[in-house]
């Protein structure tokens, strides 16, 4: 298997910024192409030529004419290239694969433990790959990126996970080498909460740049979107929320070694742990989320009191990052205006009116698919970058060399 990032073979100078041009999908005649770049008719087509060569670009439909024959047009390939998504969570696996515009092909859920190791669970993925691939009637070969979210703190730049707390073995894995080994794609490994603040913006949100995305379940964390762009601080943690200290948690440990997190007390299983000294048999947030939905008051009042607790550290986030919409997702989030009621009493109470004039504090619009959409458009930023493309021409030309 050829490894995309090891060829020495160089693409035509500009080629990925023209490709920039066309990256909007809006069919351009190369005498358009030309004037938009003040380049030669000649130089375009050499350019044209190497994306075309890797399916980037290609023919479509004939501009009107003005007398003679009508000029080809030349336009992005959607389903030219695949990429893959992929959202890995401690129970579940989720995977599409996606044309270059993020539209789903197919997509797949199972059952997984994270736990089990990343060779057993990267087995699964590639096996879960290739299924989708044969469903749609494509190949490896086919897919140019490959984008993971997983549950525990990534080093983004490696796509090595960094001792994450709930997957035993991952901690140093090199997760884009073993899969390279398979998939001769570029892959990108982030945290899940990263990547479902890149879904949450991409599909719920387009119009926003500053966006906090809050995951409610049996952890807590944060995605921020500042000025359009993903922040995930020096070593990656930046959003790690869930283990600020809270003054209503007091002494409560947390699994992280310290006392008084967020997480301790208003994570699904800390909701439940309040409830069961109610006397409530209850083990789980989804144990919660039933006593809510048969309009229990304790339950109702321990939600409420978890939202002002969130509350209480998102107010501290609006000063430091004045965010325009605030969303929360998660499996708690399904206790609906329970939770959110508690979190805008408080994030409203507490922090400055300038900074809350305009603020939206709202449920995920992307919901349970946040992490897949996120993952997918990570994988189609880098892939449709000017470092992605000048990649996969300078792969195609070097393999060309090869053969």
Known sequence: MVDLTRTAASPPVGTSELFQILRDGVPRTRAELAALTGLARSTIGVRLDALIEVGLVGPVDTAASTGGRPPAQVALMPRARLVIAADLGASHGRVAVTDLVAAPLATREARIDIAAGPVPTLTWLVETIDGLLDEVGR??????????????????????????????????????????????????????????????????????????????????????????????????TAGDIGHVRVSSAGDVPCHCGNTGCLEAVASGPAIARRLRAKGHDVHTGADVLDLVNRSDLDAIQAVRQAGRDIGEVLATCVSLMNPSVIALGGSITQAGEHLLAGVREVVYSRSMPLATEHLVIAQSRAGSLAALQGAAALAIGYALSPAGVDELVAYAEGHQLVS
């Open 139 to 236: 190949a490896r070969d086919d897919v140019i990126a490959i984008g993971i979210g997983v549950p525990g703190p990534v080093e983004f730049s490696t796509g090595r996970p960094a001792n994450p707390p709930i997957m035993p073995g991952w901690d140093g894995f090199d997760v884009p080498g073993w899969l390279r080994n398979h998939i001769a794609a570029h892959v990108l490994l982030d945290n899940d909460v990263n990547i479902a603040a890149l879904g949450e913006r991409e599909h719920g949100w387009p119009d926003v740049d500053h966006l906090l995305f809050v995951k409610v379940a049996t952890g807590i964390g944060s995605g921020i979107v500042s000025d359009g762009e993903l922040q995930r601080g020096a070593q990656g």
